[in-house]
Structures are given as structure tokens and as C-alpha cells.
């Protein structure tokens, strides 16, 4: 299959080094702490952040920090397949492992030590791209519920079909079987907090695909402090400030 015309252009029309339209909203839980829609093309992902707050489990506190927890989800309808996935699956709780230790190279827990911070996120649209979608909506809730951070932890994915690095995948492009990378980054500390690979590429595309991805990830992160500070500047008008 064809994933590149000859003129240059992908299956939705994009280009190869074109992202999908992004569009975000936070606040959008009013009983979370924080809370955010984002969504990347036809990827639409909703995140809810309680916390900091007393740890539940006594067991399980932290002297030092606060403890993370995480739960991925994804919702009965969002792919349209009717094979419902039990609560719990591998899967599931592997991505909620990954979403957990890319948002801990974020977050100052040594700041809230004896506290515990659960991030929810659930897939209410698949269309590829679900785990970066997931990252930079869990980034926004964290920032919206007012949790200190390093940094905005960002992510993006990349590819390469038909001989030709692509930004961004769809959920076509991602089941091509063709290599792809799921990065995330702390954009202004310059640091990988996130790498996840499918198969081999030789150094020189992988570099190309890594750097494509790293751009991909400084774009979202542009959008993402557009947003927030729009949301302050509104926050300051309706406050009379």
C-alpha cells in the first residue's frame, strides 16, 4: 500500500513532516484538582489529576515524596470494535506504567513528601498516537491542578513508511508495520523522559525520525503554554487583576 503519493502527500493529505491538528481544553472535570481534554487529529483523550493528597494506603507512603499512581484506560467506544477489553489488561497497565514514570521525570515530589497523586486517563477516540495524546493530556491536567514541575513533559510519535520518515501517525499509518518511535521530552531541559521503539532502523534513519519526533514534541509544547497562559490571562480578567 501506497502511504506516501508521488507527489508527496499522506493518506489524510497531509505531509510527511505535517502534524495533525491539535486542540485542547482544561478544566473540563469540575471535581478533579486538575483536568484536561486533548486531543491530536482524531485522537481525543481526557485526563483528571487528584492530589496532592493524603496517601489512602498507609503501606504505600512516601517519607521523602510523593507517591504517583496512574490509571490508563480506554473507553468501550473509542476504536468502534465491540470486543470489549477487560479493566486491567496487559496492556492497559502497561501504558499506565509508562504514563506514570514519564510524568515522575516531571513532577517535584520531593516537594509534597507523605502525599499521593493519582493521574486518570481514559481514550475517548482512537485514531493512532493514543499514548502521546495521553502524555500531553496528563501534562496539562498536572499544570491545571497547580502540581509543580520541571518542566511540561510533551510527546509525539514518528514513523517511517514508504521509505520516508512521517510526523505524527494515524492509527493507518501506525498498523502499516513499518518502524515507529513514541517519544516525550522535557522541551526545555532538552532531556528524553520517554523512548519507546517497535522495531529496528538503521542509525542514520533513526536519527532522522528521532529528530523529526523531537520537533513534533517542542510543537505541542508551544501549544500547550499558549494555552495555559491564555487560560491565566482569563483566570486575571475575570479575578479584576
Given at each position: 500500500?501506497?502511504?506516501?503519493?508521488?507527489?508527496?502527500?499522506?493518506?489524510?493529505?497531509?505531509?510527511?513532516?505535517?502534524?495533525?491538528?491539535?486542540?485542547?481544553?482544561?478544566?473540563?472535570?469540575?471535581?478533579?484538582?486538575?483536568?484536561?481534554?486533548f486531543?491530536?487529529?482524531?485522537?481525543?483523550?481526557?485526563?483528571?489529576?487528584?492530589?496532592?493528597?493524603?496517601?489512602?494506603?498507609?503501606?504505600?507512603?512516601?517519607?521523602?515524596?510523593?507517591?504517583?499512581?496512574?490509571?490508563?484506560?480506554?473507553?468501550?467506544?473509542?476504536?468502534?470494535?465491540?470486543?470489549?477489553?477487560?479493566?486491567?489488561?496487559?496492556?492497559?497497565?502497561?501504558?499506565?506504567?509508562?504514563?506514570?514514570?514519564?510524568?515522575?521525570?516531571?513532577?517535584?515530589?520531593?516537594?509534597?513528601?507523605?502525599?499521593?497523586?493519582?493521574?486518570?486517563?481514559?481514550?475517548?477516540?482512537?485514531?493512532?498516537?493514543?499514548?502521546?495524546?495521553?502524555?500531553?493530556?496528563?501534562?496539562?491536567?498536572?499544570?491545571?491542578?497547580?502540581?509543580?514541575?520541571?518542566?511540561l513533559?510533551?510527546?509525539?510519535?514518528?514513523?517511517?513508511?514508504?521509505?520516508?520518515?512521517?510526523?505524527?501517525?494515524?492509527?493507518?499509518?501506525?498498523?502499516?508495520?513499518?518502524?515507529?518511535?513514541?517519544?516525550?521530552?522535557?522541551?526545555?531541559?532538552?532531556?528524553?523522559?520517554?523512548?519507546?521503539m517497535?522495531?529496528?532502523?538503521?542509525?542514520?534513519?533513526?536519527?532522522?525520525?528521532?529528530?523529526?519526533?523531537?520537533?513534533?514534541?517542542?510543537?505541542?509544547?508551544?501549544?500547550?503554554?499558549?494555552?495555559?497562559?491564555?487560560?491565566?490571562?482569563?483566570?486575571?480578567?475575570?479575578?479584576?487583576?
Open positions: 500500500m501506497e502511504y506516501v503519493s508521488p507527489e508527496g502527500l499522506r493518506l489524510d493529505g497531509r505531509r510527511p513532516m505535517e502534524m495533525r491538528q491539535i486542540r485542547a481544553e482544561i478544566g473540563t472535570i469540575m471535581k478533579a484538582d486538575g483536568s484536561a481534554v486531543e491530536m487529529g482524531n485522537t481525543k483523550v481526557v485526563a483528571a489529576v487528584y492530589g496532592p493528597r493524603e496517601v489512602q494506603n498507609r503501606g504505600q507512603q512516601i517519607s521523602d515524596k510523593a507517591l504517583v499512581r496512574c490509571e490508563y484506560s480506554m473507553a468501550n467506544f473509542s476504536t468502534g470494535d465491540r470486543m470489549r477489553k477487560p479493566k486491567g489488561d496487559r496492556r492497559s497497565t502497561e501504558i499506565s506504567l509508562v504514563i506514570r514514570q514519564t510524568m515522575e521525570e516531571s513532577i517535584l515530589t520531593h516537594l509534597m513528601p507523605r502525599s499521593q497523586i493519582d493521574i486518570y486517563v481514559q481514550v475517548l477516540q482512537a485514531d493512532g498516537g493514543t499514548r502521546s495524546a495521553c502524555i500531553n493530556a496528563a501534562t496539562l491536567a498536572l499544570a491545571d491542578a497547580g502540581i509543580p514541575m520541571r518542566d513533559v510533551t510527546s509525539c510519535s514518528a514513523g517511517y513508511l514508504n521509505s520516508t520518515p512521517l510526523l505524527d501517525l494515524n492509527y493507518v499509518e501506525d498498523s502499516a508495520g513499518g518502524p515507529d518511535v513514541t517519544l516525550g521530552i522535557l522541551p526545555k531541559l532538552d532531556k528524553v523522559t520517554l523512548l519507546q517497535d522495531s529496528k532502523l538503521p542509525i542514520d534513519i533513526f536519527e532522522n525520525v528521532m529528530q523529526l519526533a523531537t520537533e513534533g514534541c517542542k510543537a505541542v509544547a508551544n501549544y500547550i503554554r499558549e494555552l495555559l497562559l491564555e487560560n491565566t490571562k482569563e483566570l486575571e480578567y475575570r479575578r479584576g487583576v
